[in-house]
């Protein structure tokens, strides 16, 4: 089946460094990728939409400049936190859509960011 | 605009006993409905889903029904086991040519007990 990998599954940084995320589409291309990002006890919010060779689409609020995202193939697609502060800790989240028209999206486990 | 509420948790049961997990939506135009579950330690998975209304979506003994007039998708089970434990998220996509782009309630805990 469709498996994506996201790493790391968890990161703890001091604030002001950034931090880069990966998500990788293991056994299928994904043409569009999604980043979301989840607070304790609140609902998954899309951040943004990526797809790959061109620039992200991102959501009304999401700050382009400070969320970096960046989809150079098939198969991966990066989230770069920048100059990370502590509101940017969060449980980030991928999802790949398969490009063969079957409409799947398979979802990443998570990578948990900590900033100190 | 669009939102979706799901009841809030834990959820505590113990094995064999019924479940339900009330999902409601607010949506412009025709939603499709979804329940995504998250077990420990994994991504959220595709438990099932409807497209229109009075679908009813079904996998591994879970059960929605979708129900335009109440504007309701509640998830139920018959008979829950221990590892049916996880996180159960509602969601609708009101784009049918993009369905990546979601719109999740808070996710609701399930914890069942033997």
């Known amino acids: 089946g469709a498996v994506v990998s996201q790493h790391p599954s968890r990161v703890i940084c001091k604030s002001g460094t950034s931090v880069k995320i990966e998500c990788r589409s293991l056994d299928f291309q994904a043409t569009t990728m999604f980043w979301y990002r989840q607070f304790p006890k609140k609902s998954l919010m899309l951040m943004a939409t990526s797809n790959e060779g061109s620039k992200a689409t991102y959501e009304q609020g999401v700050e382009k400049d400070k969320f970096l995202i960046n989809h150079a193939s098939l198969t991966l697609s990066t989230l770069t936190v920048t100059s990370a502060h502590p509101e940017d800790s969060s449980f980030y989240i991928c999802?790949?859509?398969?490009?063969?028209?079957?409409?799947?999206?398979?979802f990443g486990a998570g990578s948990r960011l900590t900033v100190l | 605009g669009n939102s979706v509420t799901q009841m809030e948790g834990p959820v505590t049961l113990s094995e064999e006993a019924f479940l339900t997990i009330n999902c409601t939506y607010t949506a412009t135009g025709y939603p499709s409905l979804f329940w995504y579950v998250q077990y420990p330690g994994e991504g959220l998975q595709l438990l099932l889903k409807?497209?229109?209304?009075?679908d009813k979506g079904s996998n591994k003994g879970f059960e929605a029904t979708y129900r335009k007039e109440t504007t309701s998708f509640h998830l139920e089970k018959g008979s829950v086991q221990v590892s049916d434990s996880a996180v159960y998220f509602c969601?609708?996509?009101?784009?049918?040519?993009?369905?990546?782009?979601?719109?999740f309630g808070q996710g609701t805990t399930l914890q069942v007990k033997p």
């Open positions: 409807a497209t229109k209304a009075d």
């Open positions: 969601a609708l996509s009101v784009l049918t040519s993009n369905t990546g782009k979601l719109i």
């Open positions: 999802s790949a859509r398969r490009g063969d028209g079957a409409n799947v999206l398979t």
